[in-house]
């Protein structure tokens, strides 16, 4: 056993190995980039490394920073967490050569998994279903269209190195692949440092069902359960559960044993985790990808099997045996897990909404877990994914699993800054999702947020409205009905108009100016709203915090309805925001690299005559 792990990650995955290491009486070292150096991470860490800078390329995805932090801590081992380096076979390595050791699976199974086209190929061999797909990385938009045209849309491009929805863009049909080529390059390169990207036949309406897997350096390789991940919006999982629900015997055993072919074929050691597209009314199943690392969602797995897959991960590093040496194991009880992002969900936006967390206090009762990367008084910064934690809830039913998830997110308090959770009780409560009718495009085609979340400050209680402060709310929304629509990711949202055309740039807060900002957020919001702004302007304004990456039109240019104006980056995702009228081009203010805030006037469209 090691006596001392570096943790090369931040947020809720790193506080999770951290106390896993205590546990296991294992030293811990928590490396942070420079707006990091407060974080939980590094408070509960025995030691802390600084790897100067701010954006993730130069910290937390700079190998030789993390393994020279490693070394002269007297660390033994590396553990990755998930993203940034975690499925990177150069770095695995690197580890090893630097004589530590990396806690996950060999650099060639990492290599034969991690670039999604080869893992196609091994999946083949292994005699695991699959969809039709590019046969290697492709390189121009002409080959989207070519692969449109000889197999149908919708396809998916997607990076050959990524996971986790990044650097994938859905295409519906020839017109968008252009810039959906692109833009999956784009993002795929700033998530994983990489831009190759591939193609696969979209299965419009199945479910994403997924393996995990596990495997020692003593010949044992076993599949430990599966989860079910549909509810999805832009790719991105919402809500998580364990066992998936309304499969057969027959193919959830054939999904398991299809999992540790494929790991076997590949010389796997540790947790990794087998993704599928099932067609659940058929018995069929497609593999989709295999993730060389820990899931952000192995918490469901924990509670359903009593396992802790943290510390089988160094266990198994270390040279030991798996606790579980058998497939298959009969899972007690159902588990859901709840993804908390700092994101403002009012009118089913979804807006990326970082900032410091003035309150945070998590519900105590049977079968509820919380397993968070922040903490009262600390600060969801904008440089990265904007996972807050991830509210895990255990009961012997999945019905009654459901009723103890509502009454988890309902008692979670969370202020100072927006979440998702108004979107999980939607969720958790919609009948489709308590019947388990759902497939990946269930949430964003067949649940209309937008009109089950209000705006921020409508009230929704018809007995409050005549309450003082409700009044006030009342008012101030009067005056936000002019407000400008924008198209964010296809979808129309509302953004008050800004009370002059200022563009606004965006630094981090500083540690010591955190407490005495939370509390005043919500008055200077209120100060900051426009007042009767003219509607129908054409006016482009940020509907969240971002950076702009790129601008795809100039001042004079006649654009239509719906074409992608500019592309704002937010905590890792692309956000493209378009035109909501056709017209000219009259201004044009923001530039690329330019971080503003919600709200900021980017340019404006003067409407076309007629």
Same mark, same amino acid.
């Given at each position: 056993?090691?006596?001392?792990i570096l943790v090369a990650n931040r947020g809720e995955i790193a506080v999770r190995v951290i106390r896993t290491c205590r546990e296991l009486g294992i030293g811990s070292v928590a490396v942070y980039s420079d707006p990091d150096r407060d ?115 919708? =396809? %998916?491009?997607?990076?050959? +190195?990524? #996971?986790? @929805?990044?650097?994938?863009?859905? /295409?519906?049909? !020839?017109?968008? *692949? ?83 072919? =494929? %790991?076997?074929?590949?010389? +796997?050691? #540790?947790? @990794?985790?087998?993704?599928?597209? /099932?067609?659940? !009314?058929?018995? *069929? ?91 009262? #008084? ?197 956000n493209p925001i378009r035109a909501a009228i056709a017209g000219t081009v009259t201004s044009l203010l923001a530039t690329p690299g330019l971080v503003v805030s919600t709200g900021t006037l980017l340019g404006e469209i003067t409407p076309s005559?007629?």
């Amino acid at each position: 056993m090691f006596s001392k792990i570096l943790v090369a990650n931040r947020g809720e995955i790193a506080v999770r190995v951290i106390r896993t290491c205590r546990e296991l009486g294992i030293g811990s070292v928590a490396v942070y980039s420079d707006p990091d150096r407060d974080s939980l991470h590094t408070r509960l860490a025995d030691e802390a490394a600084a790897l100067d800078g701010a954006g993730a390329k130069d910290t937390y995805l700079d190998q030789n920073k993390i393994i020279a932090a490693a070394v002269a801590s007297g660390a033994e081992a590396i553990h990755p967490g998930y993203g940034f380096l975690a499925e990177n076979a150069g770095f695995a390595r690197a580890v090893d050569a630097a004589g530590l050791t990396f806690i996950g699976p060999p650099a060639a199974a990492i290599e034969a998994m991690g670039e999604k086209v080869a893992a196609r190929e091994t999946a083949g061999t292994a005699g695991v279903p699959q969809v039709p797909g590019s046969k290697g990385a492709i390189t121009t938009v002409d080959e989207v269209v070519e692969f449109g045209r000889q197999h149908g849309y919708p =396809l %998916a491009i997607k990076a050959s +190195y990524g #996971g986790g @929805g990044r650097g994938m863009r859905t /295409v519906w049909n !020839e017109g968008e *692949a252009a810039e959906a080529f692109e833009a999956a390059r784009r993002e795929s390169a700033a998530a994983f440092g990489r831009d190759e990207v591939y193609i696969e036949r979209y299965l419009a309406n199945a479910r994403h069902v997924e393996v995990q897997v596990f495997a020692d350096t003593h010949g044992t390789v076993v599949w430990l359960g599966d989860r079910d991940c549909s509810v999805q919006r832009r790719h991105q999982k919402l809500v998580e559960e364990a066992p998936a629900p309304g499969l057969s015997p027959r193919l959830r055993q054939a999904m398991g044993e299809a999992s540790v072919r =494929l %790991a076997s074929a590949v010389g +796997y050691v #540790g947790a @990794g985790t087998v993704e599928y597209l /099932v067609e659940a !009314e058929r018995d *069929a199943f497609y593999f989709l990808e295999m993730n060389t690392r820990i899931q952000v969602e192995h918490p469901v797995t924990e509670e359903t099997l009593g396992l802790d897959l943290i510390a089988e991960q160094i266990r198994v590093a270390g040279g030991g045996r798996l606790s579980v040496t058998s497939s298959g194991p009969s899972p007690r009880g159902h588990a859901i897990e709840i993804r908390v992002n700092a994101e403002d969900v009012a009118e089913g936006a979804f807006r990326p909404s970082p900032g410091p967390v003035s309150t945070l206090r998590v519900p105590v009762r049977p079968g509820v877990r919380f397993d968070g990367g922040y903490d009262t #008084g600390d600060e969801v910064l904008p440089y990265y994914d904007s996972l807050v934690g991830k509210l895990v809830v255990w009961a012997p039913t999945r019905s009654h699993a459901i009723e103890r998830a509502l009454g988890a997110v309902a008692e979670l308090q969370i202020e100072g800054i927006p979440t998702t959770l108004p979107a999980a009780t939607v969720i958790l409560n919609h009948a489709d999702f308590q019947n388990a009718r759902i497939s990946t495009r269930w949430l964003e085609h067949e649940v209309d947020l937008p009109a089950l979340l209000p705006a921020p400050g409508v009230a929704t209680d018809p007995d409050d409205s005549d309450h003082p402060d409700h009044a006030d709310q009342a008012a101030e929304n009067d005056e936000l009905l002019d407000r400008q629509e924008v198209y964010v990711g296809g979808r129309l949202y509302r953004i008050p108009l800004p009370a002059a055309p200022t563009l606004t740039a965006v630094a981090a807060p500083s540690a010591a100016a955190r407490n005495g900002t939370a509390g005043r957020r919500r008055g200077e919001a209120a100060a900051r709203r426009p007042k009767k702004a003219a509607a129908g302007t054409g006016a482009l304004v940020s509907p969240m915090q971002g950076t702009v990456i790129k601008i795809n039109v100039k001042e004079g240019d006649l654009v239509e309805e719906g074409r992608v104006v500019l592309v704002l980056e937010a905590m890792k995702m692309e956000n493209p925001i378009r035109a909501a009228i056709a017209g000219t081009v009259t201004s044009l203010l923001a530039t690329p690299g330019l971080v503003v805030s919600t709200g900021t006037l980017l340019g404006e469209i003067t409407p076309s005559a007629g």
